[in-house]
């Protein structure tokens, strides 16, 4: 039996139909794009590929006016590829000049993860802005926050906590249930101040004005923004500036399907994983796009579309082109085994672990400037 495909904000398994979610959800695939999204590999290969809203934000660039990114994270266990790509995206738009919000979801966290908060807090500044910081992230423009722990600014502490508990009063309890299905007070709680972190950066605290501000997520966090673009809406105390979005595709687990996940160790490569650890995962886990046997895939080729390795060359590891059409070109002949396009992958894998694991000695040195 195929398995059921589920995306929500909690899970993400099964085969995704990206078209269909484009469709269920309400969203648009991404217009034509100025020349230097085309310098950016997400873009180019249409790893980001739909958005809401996303013209406001190509406007603010093309006649350079001011915006703000927002975007956070859970902090739920080690760093790994699939946290990469939002991070990516941060430091894109960075080097346009963009301001950045990055929140730390904790109080989620502590709700859902049962970890404590101090312990929440380690893992956020050890793996996540360890890696950020390693990956490019520079301090300037930059708002690092915790939600359990807003800011020391008591003005601006008490907008954010206020505006999470305004939201309250444009919601109702069914359009909560219609947007996530199984309710429970943390769900709830855990909505309204993620509204508050994508809405507060337009209070007269923070950016003192009703400016653009973008949100990049996977496809299973929009219910968050269509919640949160609700209760904006309705809200009569502020006059927002609509949030804007874009969707990028999820990076697979290593066995195919979903997304990779920080609770299964056999779904993801690590950004602290040795070379041997990353051969071992590729070699038992990474799913194949390979024939059944060795005469059928030379004379029926494999598949590259379904492949994790290739997968992961196209979305991270191999920047040029002409390279990795080549190899698709190869495996989808027959020409290329799996076992070498694994190969491949291994060897990317760790030129790049071997870079990166070097700079987050030097970025832990770097945190005390974000915090």
Known sequence: MAEKTTVTPWEVSGEIDYGKLVKEFGIKHLPELPSIFNENVLFRRKIIFAHRDFEKILDCIRTKKNFVMMTGLMPSGKFHFGHMLLA????????????????????????????????????????????????????????????????????????????????????????????????????????LLQAADMFSPQLPEFEGKPIPTLIPVGTDQDPHIRIARGMANKNKDYKFNQISSTYHLFIPGLKGNGKMSSSDESSFIAMTDSPKEVERKIKKYAFSGGRDTLKEHKEKGGNPDKDVSFKYLKMFFEPNDKKLLEIEDKYRKGEMLTSELKEIAIKKINEFLKKHQKRMKKAKKQVFKFI
Request: hydrophobic content about 40%; cysteine-free.
């Open 88 to 191: 990516q995206q941060m430091i894109f738009y960075q080097k346009l000049g963009v301001k950045l919000y990055i929140a730390v979801a904790d109080l989620e966290a502590y709700t859902a993860r049962g970890k404590s908060l101090e312990e929440l807090r380690k893992i956020a500044i050890d793996q996540y802005l360890v890696n950020y910081i390693a990956l490019g992230l520079k301090p300037k423009n930059v708002d690092f926050y915790f939600q359990s722990d807003r800011s020391k600014n008591a003005k601006k502490s008490n907008a954010y906590y206020r505006l999470a508990s305004n939201f309250s009063r444009y919601s109702t309890f069914n359009e909560f249930r219609a947007v996530y299905g199984d309710l429970s007070p943390g769900k709830i709680n855990a909505s």
